[in-house]
């Protein structure tokens, strides 16, 4: 099992970046793919961006997609995702979320942090 915890969210003002940390507690980090989800009050869990194994293949959300990027270090066991260009609507708890399957989507992960919320105001 993965523990995960995220780090870096808070109030933003819209227009504005910020990155969020996930730090994994578990040997072969570089086992999993990476990810983030996010949900919104009142809406479903959906998919933002995830990263593969060695960090060569990345994927988006069309929702965030050309102002997000993700990244890893495996050598600390750490995911990070630098959002850009904040919009109210991406005010959302984010998650942290790891995955030995592919593809990235929410049956398939192993394990989820226990969430960060992420405000950005108008």
């Known amino acids: 099992q993965v523990q995960l915890v995220e780090s870096g969210g808070g109030l933003v003002q819209a227009g504005g970046s910020l990155r969020l940390s996930c730090a994994a507690s578990?040997?072969?980090?570089?086992?999993?793919?990476m990810g983030w989800f996010r949900q919104a009050p009142g809406k479903e869990r959906e998919f933002v961006a995830t990263?593969?194994?060695?960090?060569?293949?990345?994927s988006f959300a069309d929702s965030v997609k050309g102002r997000s990027t993700i990244s890893r270090d495996n050598a600390k066991n750490m995911v990070y995702l630098r959002m850009n260009s904040l919009k109210p609507e991406d005010t959302a708890v984010y998650y942290c979320?790891?995955?030995?399957?592919?593809?990235?989507?929410?049956?398939?992960?192993?394990?989820w942090g226990q969430g960060i919320q992420v405000t950005v105001s108008s």
């Open positions: 990263i593969s194994w060695s960090g060569a293949s990345t």
């Open positions: 979320a790891a995955s030995i399957k592919w593809p990235f989507i929410i049956s398939n992960v192993a394990s």
């Open positions: 578990v040997r072969t980090f570089s086992s999993y793919a």
